[in-house]
């Protein structure tokens, strides 16, 4: 493979920061032991997890006790969404959220249909955006939970959380809110409080921690049910031994991506705007969703009529240069994205979307390196299409 | 119950007259290699035209089974239990035993066949068929002779030892591994391909493979999926030695110098030759494909003798006559279905033309191909040059030549 990588797929996944790594390390090592236990070995690890709340709960502007630690992203979404469900089902059995979100809300939504709960799934606009007045005007006296992502994963769009949270409570103050924030914590400013959020989901290893944990924010007073059952640990929310490890290194993670904020930002929106100034000189090539500050900064969706993603992709792999598939598809079967798809993008566009999603790791000539690829390897593979 | 004992029967070795010793050693090499893998300790041994697996000490019935049962070659397995040669009352109380042992219910009809080899014994075979049937008729009284048709048939059999069995196992059939030469399969990600080399393995051929990958258009996803496929197959047939060939180039200059509804069969036909190449240097005597009639545009009869008209060597298609539903119901059968239908792109499928030709002319194709002389021959002999060589054994693959092109043609 090619001398440098250039890694541009940081919405699948991040490389851990190597202090993150080094605390981790340290604890698989020295302070191993489980914190349940009464003894030292107990106490210590029992000291890590609540360092790490402190320190996540000031990011967040709660309390410690408003967070539950999860194994994924994933597992933060279903518990907040079936969890809540199934506590306040005698309040109501009808559920708003969008077409747009991730799978692991999406599914938990068709496990709750299945268990007789009504879902309304929201159409977006051309950006993948969803409006408070849309929300408000399906929202009824029966609505228990809406849902809504912070930043899509797969075209960056940025939904107005604040707004629509503000509008349901003005509506309807039992009715509760989740906000699945996986792509945008650690790149945005995530206050519960702010949005009107209920519920908070997110991921560690979208923010340079490990794979293997992840965060739920529950608000004061708003009842779930556990999903798993078990010794009874996080106040009999989420049964199981902590990851100590993990949380403890999502927290420094998010400690460090939190400490400039505001500064990274500018930096992923200057890399963004310089990369899609290039891209888009390419002919035919577009962008998909908004691409300004009204975006997320580290998410850029490109549409390249006349060449197929995965190839694509495997190109630009070729010279290390690694970028995801706006939608995975192949010839025996095509996985079609649920977010292209209720953008509008015409069904022969949908094999012809990349992401390409940034980090802080990532520099300027990172992105020059990509575009200059892109303007390279693009007219190439077009000349050789199928039939 | 633990058996210590399994009795080999193989049909079709039984009838090669001269050759069966070397078919019974080939076999015998075969069980022992499946039984490698098995927990435990195993013999296995040849007296006078029966073969024998014992079993030292404890075993996995399930795993041994199972691994004998995958053996090409073998007709069936029957467990049984091993005494010594023992006066008639002892060797009836056993075979007693054995019989309640193996059939709780004890409602069945049966029958007796004994088999005196050891002509030294008190009673010969019709008398024990005789005495036994009786014994334990009296000893169950719920059972019901049948001689034409019994539900149980008890085996008896005096040698050295008495060995005692009432259950067959069907096994694969077929000639052991290698007791038919070498052949090379041309190895895709579909459902056809290892089918095609199952059955042919079945038939005594030990399996190498080629398998033509394209970067960037396939993944390295699919790469692995063969490799998975592979190791499948070599549940059955022992070690399969997968060639990975990088085709892209060639692919490419044939999209770019020929009429886009051939591109399928003109590529077949690059692949056969390559094949046969790779054929040529490991020696293997024949190139397997999973070709089956009129199945798509590039097998029709036409292109099949397009695709044929390139190599020397025999091309057994073994799927030929058989339909869509028959070969699904194979890979199913031999568990190669799930991986096979896994959505990654092979290199057949890339540039497939809307309209592929139906019935190429030979001439024609070959009219066209020679707008490939400036260059071709260059890049098959690069193609070959990046032969990736993996070794694939039912529990894993290893990498023996790494590739060594630096082919990054301009895609």
């Known amino acids: ?387 | 119950m633990q058996y210590q004992s399994f009795l080999i029967k193989y049909a079709e070795i039984g009838v090669k007259g001269k050759n069966r010793s070397d078919f019974e050693v080939k076999l015998v090499d075969q069980i022992k290699i499946a039984l490698r893998r098995c927990e435990g300790k195993f013999a296995v041994s040849r007296k006078s035209g029966r073969m024998f697996v014992d079993a030292e000490g404890e075993y996995d019935y399930g795993e041994v089974t199972g691994a004998l049962q995958r053996v090409f070659g073998i007709a069936g397995v029957c467990p049984m239990k091993v005494l010594p040669v023992v006066p008639y009352p002892e060797l009836s109380a056993a075979v007693g035993d054995f019989f309640g042992e193996e059939y709780p219910e004890r409602s069945v009809s049966f029958k007796v066949v004994a088999r005196r080899l050891d002509k030294s014994y008190e009673m010969n075979s019709q008398e024990l068929d005789a005495a036994l049937g009786g014994d334990l008729l009296q000893r169950y009284p719920s059972l019901r002779v049948d001689v034409h048709r019994p539900e149980v048939t008890v085996h008896v059999e005096i040698r050295d030892r008495i060995y005692v069995y009432t259950r067959v196992l069907p096994g694969q059939g077929g000639l052991p591994v290698g007791s038919a030469g070498k052949a090379m399969l041309l190895l895709s990600g579909g459902i056809d391909s290892p089918v095609a080399g199952w059955m042919m393995g079945k038939r005594g051929l030990k399996l190498d493979a080629v398998y033509f990958n394209a970067p960037p258009y396939t993944s390295e996803r699919a790469l692995q999926k063969v490799i998975d496929i592979a190791k499948i197959v070599a549940r059955y047939t022992g070690t399969i030695v997968l060639h990975n060939i990088n085709f892209t180039e060639i692919q490419l200059y044939i999209y770019e110098k020929c009429p886009h509804d051939e591109l399928t069969i003109i590529m077949r036909r690059y692949m056969m030759r390559l094949a046969e190449k790779i054929a040529a240097r490991t020696d293997c005597g024949a190139l397997i494909t999973g070709e089956s009639l009129g199945q798509v545009a590039s097998q029709t009869l036409r292109s099949l003798e397009c695709t044929n008209a390139v190599c020397r060597l025999p091309v057994f298609r073994p799927l030929i006559g058989f339909d869509k539903e028959e070969i699904v119901a194979i890979s199913k059968k031999i568990d190669s279905y799930e991986t096979s239908i896994l959505p990654y792109e092979d290199c057949c499928t890339i540039f497939v033309a809307k309209h592929p030709v139906t019935k190429p002319i030979s001439d024609v194709i070959e009219r066209h191909e020679h707008q490939l002389d400036e260059k071709i021959d260059e890049m098959m002999e690069r193609a070959l040059g990046t032969d990736e060589i993996i070794i694939v054994t039912e529990s894993g693959h290893r990498i023996l030549k790494a590739r060594e092109d630096d082919l990054k043609p301009g895609y």
């Open chain 1, 1 to 387: 493979m090619t001398a440098k990588e250039i890694y541009l797929d940081n919405s699948a996944t991040t490389r851990v920061f190597p202090e993150v790594a080094e605390l981790v390390s340290r604890i698989f090592l020295e302070e191993y032991g489980n914190p349940s236990s009464m003894h030292h070995k107990g106490v210590e690890a029992e000291r890590e997890l609540r360092r790490a709340k402190e320190l996540l709960s000031g990011i967040l502007k709660c309390q410690p006790k408003n967070l539950i630690f999860t194994s994924c992203g994933t597992e933060s979404d279903n518990l907040a969404i079936i969890g809540c469900a199934r506590a306040n089902c005698r309040r109501g059995r009808h559920l708003i959220t969008t077409k747009v979100e991730h799978p692991a809300v999406l599914e938990a939504m068709r496990q709750l249909e299945g268990e007789g709960f009504e879902i309304r799934y929201l159409p977006v606009d051309r950006d993948g955006r969803v409006s408070p007045e849309q929300v408000t005007e399906v929202l009824r006296e029966d609505t228990i939970l809406v849902s809504v992502m912070h930043t899509n994963n797969e075209i960056g769009a940025v939904e107005p959380v604040a707004e629509i949270g503000a509008a349901i409570k003005a509506k309807n103050p039992d009715t509760l809110f989740h906000v699945d924030a996986v792509q945008a914590f650690g790149k945005a400013q995530i206050v519960p409080r702010k949005l009107h959020a209920d519920l908070v989901a997110v991921s560690g290893h979208k923010i340079h921690a490990p794979k293997g944990v992840g965060l739920l924010y529950v608000g004061d007073g708003v009842k779930i049910q556990p999903l798993l059952h078990g010794g009874g640990q996080q106040g009999g929310l989420r049964s199981g031994t902590e990851n100590v490890a993990g949380i403890a290194g999502m927290a420094l993670a998010a400690k460090r991506l939190y400490e400039h904020l505001e500064e990274d930002r500018e930096c992923l929106f200057a890399m963004k705007a310089h990369f899609l100034e290039k891209a888009l000189a390419i002919p035919e090539v577009s962008v998909n969703g908004r691409a300004g500050k009204d975006s997320a900064p580290q998410v850029i969706s490109l549409s390249v009529p006349g060449v197929r993603a995965e190839v694509l992709l495997h190109a630009l792999e070729d010279r290390g240069i690694y970028v995801s598939s706006g939608s995975a598809c192949s010839s025996n079967r095509p996985h079609r994205s649920a977010t292209l798809e209720a953008i509008g993008t015409p069904e022969e566009r949908m094999d012809n979307t990349i992401r390409l999603s940034t980090s802080v790791l990532n520099r300027m000539e990172d992105m020059d390196a990509a575009a200059a690829a892109l303007a390279e390897l693009i007219p190439m593979l077009r000349r050789y299409t199928r039939g």
